[in-house]
């Protein structure tokens, strides 16, 4: 035989002895469907951490995006007021404008009489022209004239300045009015500045928002994945533990309840949410407490059996006792705070195998109690009703 021979026949007998391995010690599978089921309980309680977080900075984002929207709509109404008022003080301004026009005129056409007047009181003070002479008809009636003449450029002078004085109050009241206008211009440039930042602000807690939904979205996807996995590696986990060899013939008899001290069923068997999602409960939670959490109440042995599993886990059952009555009948005994029994122990129904504890995927004190008839679990209540404290 060369060395080439003796290398290949070495391969062969390494490759039989992998596979031979891994068919007959179904036992090596086992780390991996725990370690599997471990990993994809931390993702899920990972992700379930993130998308709440994400929810709760949501909430807050979009109670920002209330208060701006309020702050908007109150910017709004101050400017739809603000330009009401100054439509108002133009239309005034625009009144005043129009009465002093108006004053103006008057004021340029009494003016223009009054100098009239004075041109012909001044000719005919100074002895008159011919044609002013001959517009009255006697010397009498030309003194008459003169002096009417001389009143009335009094009575002009007064009329002038009093009209005067109305046009300077209008005027004061026309500067007030656009005074007052322009402070309403400058106000309604602030509330119009506060309403272009208000709606940048808006914009960008708008941006913010969506990113977070994004994110929460991705997240989502992210659990549903996880969550697959997750009940794919509880399933796994679940069916190994069932497909234990069973050694010998069922033992028979009734099925005793586990935890003597304690008969409150915290979580039945069957569907429940879990996580936020759908989740089939393979067995029935007898808790120890309500408030104040009550640890180390003895577990006792629903059947006697032999001991195939003594585990101490700090994920998913925890510390777990599982019993073999035979004919591929199993009871679990979950979460235990410690064990009282080896691998390979013969116990006696009723024995003590465990004390009760929140080790594991639990949130206080209770016992997972599982019994699975012929390799399939069973809702273990009706079973052991007759006994339950
Ligand atoms: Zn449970």
Redesign the pocket.
């Known amino acids: 035989m060369n060395k080439r021979k003796i290398i290949t026949a070495c391969l062969a007998f390494a490759m039989a002895f992998i596979m031979g391995f891994g068919l007959i010690h179904p036992l090596v599978a086992s780390a991996n469907a725990q370690s599997d089921f471990n990993d994809a309980q931390q993702k899920l309680d990972e992700i379930n951490k993130e998308i709440s977080s994400l929810r709760t900075k949501k909430s807050k984002q979009q109670a920002e995006k209330k208060n701006a929207q309020t702050q908007i709509n109150l910017v709004k109404t101050q400017i739809s007021a603000l330009n009401k008022e100054i439509e108002e003080a133009n239309v005034q301004l625009a009144e005043k404008q129009r009465q002093l026009e108006q004053k103006k005129a008057d004021i340029l056409w009494t003016d223009e009489l009054f100098k009239e007047r004075l041109k012909a009181m001044y000719i005919m003070r100074s002895g008159g022209t011919l044609s002013t002479v001959l517009a009255v008809d006697s010397f009498s009636e030309l003194l008459t004239a003169t002096d009417t003449l001389q009143r009335i450029s009094v009575a002009d002078t007064q009329l002038l300045k009093y009209m005067d004085d109305e046009k300077k109050a209008i005027e004061a009241e026309e500067a007030a009015i656009q005074e007052e206008l322009n402070a309403l211009v400058e106000k309604q440039g602030t509330l119009e500045n506060k309403q272009a930042e208000l709606a940048g602000y808006m914009q960008k807690l708008d941006s913010q928002l969506s990113e977070t939904a994004a994110k929460e979205k991705a997240a989502q996807e992210t659990q549903t994945e996880v969550y697959a996995r997750y009940q794919a590696a509880k399933a796994a986990l679940e069916a190994e533990l069932a497909n234990q060899n069973s050694s010998g013939d069922y033992v028979g008899g009734e099925w005793i309840w586990p935890v003597p001290s304690n008969g409150h069923i915290s ?1 039945p068997f069957g569907w429940r949410t879990l996580y936020g999602v759908a989740d089939n ?5 007898i808790s120890t407490g309500s408030g104040t959490w009550i640890y180390n109440k003895p577990i006792v042995a629903s059947n006697s059996g032999v001991v195939t599993k003594a585990v101490y886990g700090t994920t998913g059952y925890g510390r777990y006792v599982v019993i073999d009555h035979g004919g591929n009948n199993l009871t679990l005994y ?2 235990c705070n410690s064990l009282a029994v080896n691998v390979g122990d013969y116990v006696q129904q009723g024995q003590i195998i465990a004390y009760v504890g929140s080790t594991g995927n639990s949130t206080g004190p ?1 016992l ?3 019994i699975r008839l012929n390799g399939t679990p069973v809702d273990p209540a009706p079973l052991v009703a007759s006994t339950r404290p």
């Open positions: 979580s409960h393979i067995g029935i939670d979950g979460h209770h997972h109690f599982e």
